[in-house]
């Protein structure tokens, strides 16, 4: 088969989120999801995306064959793909879809947890925010955080953003705990927004069902 530059950018896309669903990938690159499962089916076939089940109930995910990431320079360890993090990764993807959309801005100008790591070294573990964009020369952090830190870790990371982005901008889950120590912070950290996943969730299904 013929590899088309939108078979790059797809296999960088999927390197840089770790996955993406078959959703994210229509929204990112396809006019319409029937052509997207069409061209992921051949380049399944071809041994350039794997396609996996995780968990039941939750769709399929993408990630890239050994074969892909040598074809776009990527590192060739396979990236592991946690269970108790998926959820929340998906939703990460979904706000970021959000963002592009509704900010005005690119793919081009969100740059991700995994390759703020890559930068610094992947041994230094620092915590990252999920991703962060740069608009009109200011950089804003984005944080989905859809359960409970504890309150030592929650704070230390909304320090470390208010230090190091003009905004931070918390997309919560469910639980009000969260939503409400967020509020409690804005009195010392001022560069606080909190918004709330089923905004996302809500906008993100429309989308789709539009396709």
């Given at each position: 088969m013929r590899l088309v530059e939108r078979d790059?950018?797809?296999?960088?896309?999927?390197?840089r989120w770790r996955f993406c669903l078959?959703?994210?990938?229509?929204?990112?690159?396809?006019?319409?999801?029937?052509?997207?499962?069409?061209?992921?089916?051949?380049?399944?076939?071809?041994?350039?995306?794997?396609r996996r089940k995780i968990i039941y109930g939750v769709a399929s995910i993408y990630s890239?064959?050994?074969?892909?990431?040598?074809?776009?320079?990527?590192?060739?360890?396979?990236d592991k793909?946690?269970?108790?993090?998926?959820?929340?990764?998906?939703?990460?993807?979904d706000t970021a879809i959000y963002f592009v959309r509704n900010f005005e801005i690119s793919l081009k100008d969100i740059t991700t947890e995994k390759e703020l790591h890559s930068r610094n070294g992947f041994s230094v573990r620092n915590h990252y925010p999920d991703f962060i964009f740069t608009k009109d020369n200011k950089t804003t952090c984005v944080e989905v955080e859809l359960t409970l830190k504890a309150k030592d870790k929650f704070e230390k990371n909304i320090r470390n953003n208010f230090l190091n982005y003009d905004a931070q901008i918390w997309v919560c889950g469910t639980d009000p705990r969260i939503s409400g120590f967020l509020e409690d912070s804005?009195?010392?950290?001022?560069n606080i927004e909190i918004m709330k996943i089923e905004e996302v969730k809500k906008y993100v299904s429309e989308l789709n069902s539009a396709r």
């Amino acid at each position: 088969m013929r590899l088309v530059e939108r078979d790059y950018e797809m296999f960088r896309e999927i390197e840089r989120w770790r996955f993406c669903l078959g959703r994210h990938l229509s929204e990112f690159l396809f006019s319409c999801n029937r052509t997207c499962d069409r061209r992921t089916k051949t380049l399944i076939n071809a041994n350039y995306l794997e396609r996996r089940k995780i968990i039941y109930g939750v769709a399929s995910i993408y990630s890239l064959t050994y074969k892909a990431k040598m074809l776009i320079g990527a590192n060739k360890r396979q990236d592991k793909v946690r269970v108790d993090r998926i959820i929340h990764d998906i939703a990460v993807i979904d706000t970021a879809i959000y963002f592009v959309r509704n900010f005005e801005i690119s793919l081009k100008d969100i740059t991700t947890e995994k390759e703020l790591h890559s930068r610094n070294g992947f041994s230094v573990r620092n915590h990252y925010p999920d991703f962060i964009f740069t608009k009109d020369n200011k950089t804003t952090c984005v944080e989905v955080e859809l359960t409970l830190k504890a309150k030592d870790k929650f704070e230390k990371n909304i320090r470390n953003n208010f230090l190091n982005y003009d905004a931070q901008i918390w997309v919560c889950g469910t639980d009000p705990r969260i939503s409400g120590f967020l509020e409690d912070s804005k009195m010392e950290f001022s560069n606080i927004e909190i918004m709330k996943i089923e905004e996302v969730k809500k906008y993100v299904s429309e989308l789709n069902s539009a396709r």
